[in-house]
């Protein structure tokens, strides 16, 4: 079995790489100079590259998280988060669909946020963008059912990465987990565990779904 993970090489895809590899899939996790999903050459040339292996998973994982007022954004601001967190994924999805059609096990997740279910000052495009991804999950799970392809979101909440933990002082991070109902950050393990699920053989029924993986965040 064989799964593509984009952003596999910190956070959440990572973690993500990791659970499949334990669980017996060869786990292709390109760099960004193998795959740069800011450049549509470099999307082309990689799907050219590789659109003829098998494929039984694919994880879209990588992204952008930048904060932007849509009064201050311009259109350099605009087109970089939209050409990361929503155009390469499709344009992935387009290029691996018909290997993921010849697969007995064809999964496939997209990888949201809960600023995808609620949003706030400077996440407008961020969440326009991960709104956007899960719209395609919605219409793609209908477009390749007929072959068994299941296509769900999944949506983090807050989560303790090392990016977050970089740009967060401890009483910010403590500030953040208070809101959280559970009380605590989720460790990318636990969202990697969610996305295994939905991205493996052991999910049989599930698809076009959005899961929020948020320790409540969102329910308040």
């Given at each position: 079995m064989r799964a593509l993970v984009t952003g596999g090489s910190r956070g959440i895809g990572r973690a993500t790489a990791k659970i499949f590899r334990d669980n017996g899939y060869e786990v292709i996790t390109p760099t960004r100079n193998e795959l740069d999903l800011s450049s549509k050459s470099s999307i082309e040339a990689?799907?050219?590259?590789?659109?003829?292996?098998?494929?039984?998973?694919?994880?879209?994982?990588?992204?952008?998280?930048?904060?932007?007022?849509?009064?201050?954004?311009?259109?350099?601001?605009?087109?970089?988060?939209?050409?990361?967190?929503?155009?390469?994924?499709?344009?992935?999805?387009?290029?691996f669909i018909p290997s993921l059609r010849k697969s007995d096990i064809g999964r496939i997740v997209n990888i949201g946020s809960i600023w995808a279910a609620v949003s706030?000052?400077?996440?407008?495009?961020?969440?326009?963008?991960?709104?956007?991804?899960?719209?395609?999950?919605?219409?793609?799970?209908?477009?390749?059912?007929?072959?068994?392809?299941?296509?769900?979101t999944i949506c983090p909440g807050f989560t303790a990465t090392e990016l977050t933990i970089q740009n967060n002082t401890p009483a910010e991070i403590k500030e953040?987990?208070?809101?959280?109902?559970?009380?605590?950050?989720?460790?990318?393990?636990?969202?990697?565990?969610?996305?295994?699920?939905f991205g493996s053989k052991e999910n049989t029924y599930i698809t076009g779904q959005k899961i929020l993986v948020d320790g409540g965040y969102t329910i308040k």
């Open positions: 990689y799907i050219s590259a590789h659109k003829d292996e098998p494929l039984d998973t694919l994880v879209n994982n990588a992204g952008i998280n930048d904060l932007a007022f849509i009064e201050d954004a311009n259109d350099a601001v605009i087109e970089r988060m939209f050409e990361v967190d929503l155009m390469g994924p499709i344009r992935l999805l387009r290029g706030k000052p400077g996440r407008g495009l961020y969440s326009a963008a991960k709104r956007g991804l899960h719209g395609i999950t919605n219409a793609l799970a209908c477009e390749v059912a007929e072959d068994g392809v299941l296509v769900n953040l987990e208070r809101l959280i109902p559970l009380g605590r950050m989720a460790d990318p393990e636990e969202i990697a565990k969610a996305v295994y699920y």
